[in-house]
């Protein structure tokens, strides 16, 4: 029902934070170790763009569409974010779940210190 779609969104959105904010972690532990970094992250989601038998799998078996883009999405979020306005102000995401990204907010980061580091 309507109640259902609600959440699905919502769970879809925290599954492709945490996706994005993994691959921000990675990108900013490696990038600067590995001359190559451009070339690797370029080879990896050319081989995420097709989900494999086992996420086809997860996806019928509980409903749940992984969004790849909203993955790439949220981890450009967490780039802007900590441009923006630091680490530490992108981390406050862990101090209470309402301040984890809306979906629209993954496109919009201003939106998202407007509504969590204002608070």
């Known amino acids: ?5 609600a959440n699905l969104s919502e769970v879809q959105a925290f599954t ?5 904010y993994a691959e921000w972690l990675v990108e900013e ?3 600067p170790l590995l001359p190559d970094y451009g070339r690797l992250t370029e080879a990896i989601a050319r081989r995420r763009a097709e989900p494999t038998q086992g996420e086809q799998f997860l996806q019928q078996f509980i409903g749940l569409e992984l969004k790849r883009h909203l993955s790439r999405i949220a981890a450009g979020f967490c780039r ?3 441009d923006r306005w630091g680490r530490e102000a992108l981390e406050r995401i862990w101090d209470d779940p309402a ?3 809306r979906p629209g907010e993954f496109e919009d980061p201003l939106g998202w210190a407007a509504r969590v580091l204002l608070d």
Not at 1 to 5: L, T, V, Y
Request: hydrophobic residues 40%.
């Open 29 to 31: 532990a490696l990038h």
């Open 99 to 101: 301040y984890l990204p």
């Open 80 to 82: 802007e974010a900590t």
């Open 16 to 20: 492709a934070f945490l996706e994005g």
């Open 1 to 5: 029902g309507e109640h259902q779609a």
